[in-house]
């Protein structure tokens, strides 16, 4: 089945570093990637969209400076967390799609900034 | 897309026993889809059902869809340990495919 690795899972670091997290699409190429995010007993929360070779669409109250999307194939999206700071703390999710097929998840990134 | 909203938003079940929850939604849909998140990981597709089915199988899985109604209910049968997770529902529109939004799902607790 379709597989969609994200890393690292597990992301500790100081408050004002900029932390990337990356999201490939192993066995197939994915039109559409998107990134949420998730605060511990709360549902995801969709931030952005992201299609090869464009720029994301953020969601609504999500910054697109500070949360930095590239997705430079069909196969890798990086979200940058920059300058974060511990109100940033939370677990991210990538998911991949294949035209007009449900996504696919992966397994998400633990972030916690001291 | 269109925030589903699910109920109840806890069950707690021994194994063995059937586990039902219902997702209910606003507007028009062109399907729905349920997906499970066990703790601390991402979400797994479980089934997707059109607007024109009412209802859909997948191994221990059922799901029924209610369009009059805007509704949708998700049946595990014979529960396992394994089953314990949170079920999120997402109801999507004929304009938006990819985007999915979730409201704050079902946890569900299978007790050995």
New interface residues.
Partial sequence: GAV?S?HPSWVICKSGTSVKIECRSLDFQAT?M?WYRQFPK?????MA?SNEGSKATYEQGVEKDKFLINHASLTLSTLTVTSAHPEDSS?Y?C?A?RY?Q???????T?LSIL | SQQGEEDPQALSIQEGENATMNCSYKTSINNL?W?RQNS??????LI?IRSNEREKHSGRLRVTLDTSKKSSSLLITASRAADTASY?CAPMTTDS?????????TQVVVTP
Wanted: glycine share 16%; aromatic share 16%; charged share 10%.
């Fill in positions: 969609v994200q559409t998107f709360q549902s995801l929360m969709l969209t677990f999710i998911s799609e007009n449900p996504q696919h998840f992966g397994d998400g633990r | 889809q997906y601390g990981r991402g979400l797994v597709h997707l999120f495919w990819g985007k999915l939004q979730f409201g704050a799902g």
